[in-house]
């Protein structure tokens, strides 16, 4: 096979590919590319060759891309993100990586369409934003008449205790217990909302920190079922710090709740570097979880056992979650029942170095 040949059937290849394929100079102009440019933003290959890369990128892109490609120059491969124009004068997202060769004075650059996912993306965190809004605005706005509701039944319940029949007595007993827990689980789902619509900004957070906040906090509750809490030494990371206290203080709250009867509560918290995260760990001698309900206990209100063995509404673990992913990381247990459990959860470690 010529050389001509090999170099035809080699433009063959490359045009199969639905990513754009191209060659271009060390200061950007576009040299060889094949047909998926075409096919994706409407330019011949022979009306972009001899052009610049800069003239596609949209203006508010054009600083962080300019950014991206000095490091080309270091001899450094390059990835990101940026609109580039298409031949009818929109715009679609094209994810990037461009490998630099320094020898040839050459840059080999594939780009991906990722309009589609942006647009995906975009739409589900309007669809969540919205949400968290009409559950904020809701719980917010039930407070007052559920306050006043709560009030006069309570004042029914004092004055005419023993005035009316027994029947009466109990009714009115059932109506302050629901018009209370409807209280506390309004009150727990503004907290639940407002992980996102009242979070801080992230800030250097000593984890060792938290967790002697967390214990000070605890203090009564580990005084009074003899809790020993440990810990390793731990990271600095990059969080909002109240959150942080309030995810730790749910869980070593919860390993004190949901302790053996017959075993002093021990909960150890420790950290290891995993790649590009921390992964944390609180694990307890408690009575553990089945397997079965390893997912279940991280959703809203959702309760294992019976209501009145133990206080709460079943949503503090849903708000571990939701400060977790607000911090770009993953929650999960891992439990034998009747032996303890292990909650995990991670946080990005670029952040913090």
Same mark, same amino acid.
């Given at each position: 096979?010529?050389?001509?040949?090999?170099?035809?059937?080699?433009?063959?290849?490359?045009?199969?590919?639905?990513?754009?394929?191209?060659?271009?100079?060390?200061?950007?102009?576009?040299? @060889?590319?094949?047909?998926?440019?075409?096919?994706?933003?409407?330019?011949?290959?022979?009306?972009?060759?001899?052009?610049?890369?800069?003239?596609?990128?949209?203006?508010?892109?054009? +600083? *962080?891309?300019?950014?991206?490609?000095?490091?080309?120059?270091?001899?450094?491969?390059?990835?990101?993100?940026?609109? /580039?124009?298409?031949?009818?004068?929109?715009?679609?997202?094209?994810?990037?990586?461009?490998?630099?060769?320094?020898?040839?004075?050459?840059?080999?650059?594939?780009? $991906?369409?990722?309009?589609?996912?942006?647009?995906?993306? +975009?739409?589900?965190?309007?669809?969540?934003? +919205?949400?968290? %809004?009409?559950?904020?605005?809701?719980?917010?706005?039930?407070?007052?008449?559920?306050?006043?509701?709560?009030?006069?039944?309570?004042?029914?319940?004092?004055?005419?205790?023993?005035?009316?029949?027994?029947?009466?007595? +109990?009714? =009115?007993?059932?109506?302050?217990?629901?018009?209370?827990?409807?209280?506390?689980?309004?009150?727990?789902?503004?907290? !639940?909302?407002?992980?996102?619509?009242?979070?801080?900004?992230?800030?250097?957070?000593?984890?060792?920190?938290?967790?002697?906040?967390?214990?000070?906090?605890?203090?009564?509750?580990?005084? $009074?079922?003899?809790?020993?809490? *440990?810990?390793?030494?731990?990271?600095?990371?990059?969080?909002?710090?109240?959150?942080? &206290? %309030?995810?730790? %203080? @749910?869980?070593?709250?919860?390993?004190?709740?949901? #302790?053996?009867?017959?075993?002093?509560?021990?909960?150890? =918290?420790?950290?290891?570097?995993?790649?590009?995260?921390?992964?944390?760990?609180?694990?307890?001698?408690?009575?553990?979880?089945?397997?079965?309900? !390893?997912?279940?206990?991280?959703?809203?209100?959702?309760?294992?056992?019976?209501?009145?063995?133990?206080?709460?509404?079943? &949503?503090?673990?849903? =708000? /571990?979650?939701? &400060?977790? $992913?607000?911090?770009?990381? #993953?929650?999960?247990?891992?439990?034998?029942?009747?032996?303890?459990? *292990?909650?995990?959860?991670?946080?990005?470690?670029?952040?913090?170095?």
């Amino acid at each position: 096979m010529t050389a001509q040949a090999l170099a035809v059937n080699v433009a063959r290849f490359f045009d199969l590919s639905d990513l754009l394929l191209g060659v271009v100079s060390d200061d950007g102009r576009l040299l @060889h590319l094949n047909s998926a440019w075409q096919r994706t933003l409407g330019f011949s290959p022979e009306a972009l060759c001899g052009r610049n890369l800069s003239e596609l990128i949209h203006p508010d892109d054009s +600083e *962080t891309v300019a950014a991206s490609l000095h490091r080309l120059g270091e001899g450094e491969v390059v990835k990101f993100e940026s609109r /580039c124009r298409c031949q009818d004068g929109s715009y679609k997202w094209v994810a990037w990586k461009i490998t630099p060769s320094v020898e040839e004075k050459l840059w080999y650059a594939v780009g $991906e369409d990722r309009s589609e996912v942006r647009r995906w993306k +975009e739409a589900a965190e309007a669809r969540a934003q +919205e949400l968290q %809004q009409f559950a904020y605005v809701a719980s917010h706005d039930l407070k007052e008449p559920l306050r006043m509701v709560s009030s006069y039944v309570q004042l029914l319940a004092r004055r005419y205790r023993g005035k009316l029949d027994a029947d009466a007595d +109990e009714f =009115i007993a059932f109506a302050v217990d629901g018009a209370n827990r409807m209280q506390s689980m309004i009150t727990d789902l503004l907290t !639940y909302s407002r992980v996102t619509t009242q979070g801080k900004p992230f800030e250097p957070t000593d984890m060792n920190a938290v967790v002697d906040r967390v214990t000070a906090n605890l203090q009564l509750a580990i005084e $009074e079922f003899g809790a020993l809490v *440990t810990r390793d030494d731990l990271p600095t990371v990059t969080a909002d710090s109240a959150q942080m &206290i %309030q995810l730790l %203080q @749910h869980l070593v709250g919860n390993a004190i709740k949901f #302790r053996r009867t017959e075993e002093r509560p021990e909960i150890h =918290i420790s950290a290891a570097r995993q790649g590009r995260e921390w992964v944390f760990s609180v694990s307890d001698n408690g009575m553990g979880i089945e397997p079965k309900d !390893y997912d279940r206990v991280f959703q809203i209100f959702q309760k294992l056992h019976g209501r009145g063995e133990y206080p709460g509404n079943g &949503i503090g673990l849903a =708000i /571990c979650r939701k &400060i977790v $992913e607000r911090h770009g990381g #993953r929650i999960w247990v891992d439990s034998q029942l009747g032996r303890g459990s *292990t909650f995990f959860f991670t946080l990005p470690a670029e952040r913090e170095e």
